[in-house]
C-alpha cells in the first residue's frame, strides 16, 4: 500500500566491546546503541566529536497538516518545489529502499519513493520525511566517510506495533549491528556510535505491518579534521550553536 496525498484524501486513515557505556546505552559488536539523547550527546562530546549538521526538514514549503508525495532521493541537490538546493544538510541522503526488512542493498523506490508530512500531521510535531509505500523501508545514507555518531528520532505512522527495526552499515556497506527501537508518530530518540575504527554509512529503519517509518531531526556527528575543530564548533557547543542557526531561519 502506498501513503500519499491522494490515497489520505480518500480515507487511508481508515482502511563492542567497550568499557564504562554510559547509562541509557547498550553495546553491540563495533556499535553503541542509545536511547537518552543526553546520554547520546554527552557521549560525542567525550569522545571528542563535532556536530556536522542536523536535518529538521523544516525548511520545507508543506503547511501544517498537509501531506505530499515526493521523489527520491532527497539530497543537497534536491530542487523540487518543496526543497530547494542547498536546503538538505550536506553528505546526507534520505531515500526508500524496496528491499523492507530486506535492507542489505540499497534500492530506492524513485517516483514518489516518500511523503513529506506538514506539521501537526497525526501530532507529528514537526515537519518531518517517511518512507511513502508501506512494504518499503527507510535508508539515511551519509556520504562522507568520517560519520561515527548518528542520532535521530524514530517515526512510525499508522503501524500496528510502534516498534522499529534498525540495521546500521559501514561506508562500505557491511552490517555492524542491528537492533530494535520504540518509534511514534511524535518521535522516540534513537543514537548509535561507532567505535574501533568503524564509520556508519547507512541506517535503515523498518516497521513490519502497514506501517511507514520516517526519522526527524537527524544528528550527524564526526570525528574533527586538523584545524576544522575551532571553525565548526565542537562539542555539545557545537551541538548549540547549530540549534541556534536553525532556529533563525
Given amino acids: 500500500m502506498k501513503l500519499n496525498a491522494h490515497r489520505f484524501v480518500f480515507g487511508c486513515i481508515l482502511g563492542a566491546a567497550i568499557l564504562g557505556v554510559p547509562s541509557g546505552a547498550k553495546a553491540g ?6 536511547t537518552n539523547q543526553s546520554a547520546f550527546h554527552q557521549a560525542m562530546a567525550g569522545a571528542g566529536k563535532f556536530l556536522k549538521g542536523i536535518e529538521d526538514f ?35 541522503i534520505v531515500q526508500s529502499n524496496l528491499g ?15 511523503a513529506l508530512l506538514g506539521a501537526n500531521w497525526l501530532n507529528n510535531p514537526d515537519k ?18 568520517n560519520k561515527t555518531g548518528i542520532g535521530f528520532m524514530t517515526q512510525s505512522f499508522l503501524g500496528p506495533t510502534n516498534r522499529a527495526r534498525i540495521d ?4 562500505t556497506n557491511s552490517l555492524l549491528g542491528s537492533t530494535v527501537v520504540d518509534a511514534t508518530n511524535t518521535g522516540v530518540f534513537f543514537g548509535v556510535q561507532a567505535i574501533g575504527g568503524a564509520a556508519i554509512g547507512r541506517i535503515n529503519i523498518f516497521e513490519a505491518g502497514d ?3 520516517g526519522a526527524d531531526n537527524i544528528e550527524m556527528w564526526v570525528v574533527p579534521e586538523p584545524g576544522t575543530v575551532l571553525a565548526l564548533g565542537f562539542g555539545l557547543a557545537g551541538l548549540a550553536a547549530v540549534r541556534r542557526r536553525r532556529s533563525d531561519k
Fill in 29 to 34: 559488536g563495533s556499535l553503541i546503541f542509545f
Fill in 58 to 92: 523544516e525548511e520545507a514549503r508543506i503547511g501544517a497538516t498537509q501531506i505530499a508525495a515526493i521523489d527520491d532521493p532527497l539530497d543537497a541537490n534536491t530542487n523540487n518545489g518543496f526543497f530547494q538546493p542547498g536546503e538538505i544538510e550536506e553528505n546526507l
Fill in 100 to 114: 523492507g526488512a530486506n535492507s542489505s542493498s540499497v534500492n530506492p523506490r524513485g517516483e514518489d519513493g516518500l
Fill in 128 to 145: 518531518t520525511v517517511v518512507a511513502n509505500w508501506f512494504v518499503d523501508s527507510l535508508d539515511l545514507i551519509f556520504t562522507s566517510r
Fill in 168 to 171: 546500521v552499515y559501514s561506508d
Fill in 211 to 213: 506501517a511507514v517509518e
